[in-house]
């Protein structure tokens, strides 16, 4: 009984101590995470405050973090932005460009790139890994060399001043099938051969098997590709000439001109540009550090 009340003081030490060290290990790990995360945050968190302040309360000293009077009329005029060119408010009409085409780059590139890599994981045939070399190769050469022949080509087709050149090439991204590569290739084979000695083809076997155990990749690569998607920048703006054809990121070009004097107007274009990106990843954030729920299949 000694030797078992010794051992349970032990582990309650192990548990509760409050010796100095223990509280000094704790600052020292937990105090320079605190401090990063407010430099990371800290911007986003002053604009977001901003954005409800007047241009006389942004541009006063001391500033003030918090507001002293809040107001929204700031979000109020930007959102009832119009451009003599475009019928009806601009905003939503750019916000609505940016969602769908994002929406639609998601949807093509989950499908064919997985699909893609499916064949590059999964099925054996000559020069599988040639094609993943060239396709390792061909991701290491900058985009400005292919602009400009890029946008002669498209120009000869008639697609300026459509969607086409912004989701024709990217139907199949080649980061996304590496992705999907690894991922696929941590699947154990024998669930692909039990399914082929019941007569599943490719297809079944890629459709009810290989997709459904690969929900976290999926989300991964849906979220980074709808946060590519709408923070680009360059193609839109190549491309995309008409202001009601145009996506946020590029009208906020137009935005900013027109208010360049007003500080408060801007961070209210900046926060409808940067917060659906931000729902978009902190309702998901799990997935970047999910394991997947097929680990655990996987490793027996």
Request: contains cysteine; glycine residues 6%.
């Amino acid at each position: 009984m000694a030797v078992k009340a010794e051992s349970t003081l032990a582990t309650q030490r192990t548990i509760h101590p409050h010796t100095a060290w223990y509280y000094a290990r704790h600052i020292l790990r937990y105090v320079p995470l605190v401090l990063i995360a407010l430099i990371a945050v800290g911007p986003f968190v002053l604009s977001f405050l901003g954005s409800f302040e007047t241009n006389g309360q942004l541009t006063s000293y001391p500033p003030q973090v918090i507001p002293a009077a809040w107001t929204f009329d700031n979000w109020v005029r930007v959102w009832n932005f119009t451009l003599p060119s475009v019928n009806g408010l601009v905003l939503p009409r750019w916000f609505w460009n940016s969602t769908w085409l994002a929406l639609v780059n998601v949807a093509c590139q989950l499908v064919f790139s997985s699909m893609a890599a499916y064949a590059l994981a999964r099925i054996s045939f000559r020069g599988a890994q040639l094609v993943l070399s060239v396709m390792i190769a061909t991701m290491a050469i900058p985009s400005s060399v292919t602009m400009l022949p890029g946008y002669v080509f498209y120009a000869r087709l008639g697609w300026i001043n459509t969607y086409l050149p912004l989701i024709v090439p990217t139907l199949v991204d080649l980061a996304s099938v590496l992705m999907f590569v690894q991922y696929f290739k941590s699947i154990p084979r024998e669930l692909e051969d039990a399914a082929l000695v019941d007569g599943a083809n490719r297809w079944r076997i890629y459709w009810q098997i290989i997709l459904p155990l690969s929900g976290p990749i999926l989300l991964t690569v849906g979220i980074l590709k709808f946060q590519g998607s709408w923070n680009n920048y360059l193609t839109p703006l190549l491309f995309l000439q008409l202001p009601q054809l145009m996506t946020l990121p590029i009208g906020m070009g137009f935005f900013k001109n027109q208010y360049s004097s007003d500080y408060a107007a801007q961070l209210v274009g900046a926060m409808m540009n940067a917060i659906p990106v931000l729902i978009l990843f902190f309702s998901f954030s799990r997935v970047f550090t999910d394991t997947g729920s097929y680990a655990g299949l996987a490793g027996q």
